[in-house]
């Protein structure tokens, strides 16, 4: 039986392109809830791929965004193109844990 797997690079790009494009950038009152820093992070939370640690890029990208607002805001298509468990690994390396294994509607789960 063959089994035919979805390309989600077309999703991806549409989603990262609609995120670039609204220049989605929310202040909060713990700092910035930029979405764009953290394009650098992609490889490193996609769904596909090993885990592997993310380079001082990616730290600095989630040192300097409120991630409790990233979570708020992240538009929920986003939880079927990452993987939560590699998001908290990537979060805890950099020393910002988000405390939980979950961000907005993403659960480890998805």
């Known amino acids: 039986m063959a089994v035919n797997k979805i390309n989600f690079f077309p999703v991806v790009l549409l989603v990262i392109a609609g995120i ?41 990208a989630i040192q300097n965004t409120d991630m409790s607002c990233i979570c708020q805001h992240l538009p929920p298509v986003i939880c079927t ?18 405390g939980g294994p979950t961000c907005g509607t993403c659960t480890e789960k998805h």
Do not use: H
Request: one cysteine or more; hydrophobic letters at 30%.
């Open 81 to 98: 193109l990452i993987s939560m468990k590699k998001v908290v690994y990537v979060t805890d390396y950099c020393k910002k844990p988000l």
């Open 20 to 60: 670039l494009i609204s220049g989605r950038n929310i202040v909060s009152g713990q700092g910035q809830c930029d979405f764009q820093a953290l394009k650098v992070c992609w490889d490193y939370v996609k769904k596909e791929g090993d885990m592997i640690p993310p380079s001082p890029d990616c730290c600095n």
